[in-house]
């Protein structure tokens, strides 16, 4: 399992989106981490998700990220 914040997120991202993020350069891939790292540990409801699917709770961190484009 990957211990490194970066590589927890692009292993969290979908095939596609893991290939453009890990093509961007390290700093923007280190502040999108950043975010979904905030993002995991602000959301109660992905909490709840982390506990029946950790995994799940990742991708849907991730997703949301991406989806704002992470302008935190």
């Given at each position: 399992?990957?211990?490194?914040?970066?590589?927890?997120f692009?292993?969290?991202?979908?095939?596609?989106h893991?290939?453009?993020?890990?093509?961007?350069?390290?700093?923007?891939?280190?502040?999108?981490?950043?975010?979904?790292?905030?993002?995991?540990?602000?959301?109660?409801?992905?909490?709840?998700?982390?506990?029946?699917?950790?995994?799940?709770?990742?991708?849907?961190?991730?997703?949301?990220?991406?989806?704002r484009?992470?302008?935190?």
């Amino acid at each position: 399992m990957p211990t490194d914040s970066v590589e927890r997120f692009l292993a969290a991202l979908d095939p596609e989106h893991r290939e453009a993020v890990g093509a961007k350069p390290r700093e923007d891939q280190e502040r999108l981490a950043a975010a979904w790292t905030r993002e995991l540990e602000a959301d109660d409801e992905l909490d709840t998700l982390d506990e029946l699917s950790p995994p799940a709770a990742e991708a849907e961190a991730a997703r949301r990220v991406l989806e704002r484009g992470a302008d935190q």
